[in-house]
């Protein structure tokens, strides 16, 4: 396994890697890897030759205030874990070199896909995941990057900047992966206190408390929400930030469940801010 921090030196070792015929598979993330991050790694090496992981703590996707500075870190864990999932080369730039002082170029993805819901609590976020999205697959030189359904609109805004950049490569999602008691996978779940983590549970508990009061025919979205607010309010530690259903590719708020509703959610406990989303009915089910 081959460890790069050069941009150039990454840029021509790709170049080289496709001129030779291989396929390329490469999977960003922020570092301090979980089952989450492994998963996308083991399906990325099914589909490519060369698998390809990315370790940047993207300085442009934090909001004034947010956590990067006290980001979890542990490069020599990740590398070990990296090995272990058969990846061929770990890219692990500088922020300085991704974004030099004389920096002017951004992505900007527009309408309610990045104004709502994480949009509209972390202004400018997805315009920070857009950029270094489309720098990293300008380096790496992909034909398939695999990222989390975890991160569910950050997926469709990729979707929608690889399709309208008509950038050539294959953006698969992944299911959520999550700890035994159901919460979702999280490099910020190690700022949880022993209390906090059980009070965290409220966002699985909800999702799976919204999927049974759909499969049960209660379809109202006003009520689903009601009954889940209530839920979630019951943790003293926990304070909701957004709780919403929508249709899973146009965002919009629905009135009522089907199919294509997404139930997600945003909710700080004690000062960690946690996301989760999930679909409320299968086919069968529907109202
Ligand atoms: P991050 O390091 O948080 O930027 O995440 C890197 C990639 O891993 C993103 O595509 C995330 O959606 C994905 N990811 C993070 N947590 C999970 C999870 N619990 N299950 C599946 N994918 C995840």
């Known amino acids: 396994m081959d460890i790069i921090t050069d941009i150039k030196a990454m840029q021509d070792r790709c ?14 993330t922020m ?18 030759d060369l698998l390809v992981l990315s370790i940047f703590v993207n300085p442009a996707q934090f909001g004034q205030g947010e956590d990067l500075d006290r980001y979890p870190r542990d490069f020599a864990r990740d ?3 990296a090995r272990a999932c058969g990846v061929d080369l770990i890219f692990y730039p500088a922020a300085d070199a991704i974004y030099p002082d004389d920096y002017a170029t951004f992505v900007n993805v527009v309408g309610p896909l990045t104004t709502t819901l994480e949009g509209a609590s972390r202004p400018g976020h997805f315009r920070g995941v857009a950029t270094v999205v489309a720098k990293l697959l300008i380096i790496v030189q992909p034909q398939v990057a695999l990222f989390g359904r975890k991160d569910f609109q950050q ?7 690889t399709t309208d950049l008509n950038l050539p490569v294959e953006i698969v999602g992944m299911p959520i992966v999550r700890e035994t008691d159901g919460l979702a996978m999280s490099s910020r779940n190690v700022y949880l206190s022993d209390a906090e983590r059980q009070q965290a549970l409220s966002l699985s508990q909800a999702l799976a408390r919204g999927r049974h009061l759909a ?14 607010r209530a839920m979630i309010e019951a943790q003293p530690a926990a304070r909701i930030d957004y709780l919403r259903i929508c249709h899973r590719s146009s965002f919009l708020e629905q009135e009522r469940i089907d199919v294509d509703s997404v139930l997600l959610l945003a909710v700080t406990v004690g000062k960690t801010r946690l996301i989760d989303n999930g679909s409320l009915l299968d086919e069968a089910e529907a109202c």
């Open 79 to 81: 590398e070990q874990l």
């Open 215 to 228: 499969a049960e025919g209660v379809c109202a979205v006003g009520e689903v929400l009601a009954a889940l």
């Open 31 to 48: 570092g301090f890897l979980h089952e989450g991050h492994l998963s996308l790694l083991r399906e990325g090496r099914r589909r490519g």
């Open 15 to 28: 170049f080289a890697e496709r001129a030779a015929g291989r396929t390329i598979a490469f999977v960003p």
């Open 155 to 161: 997926l469709a805004v990729v979707r929608r900047m």
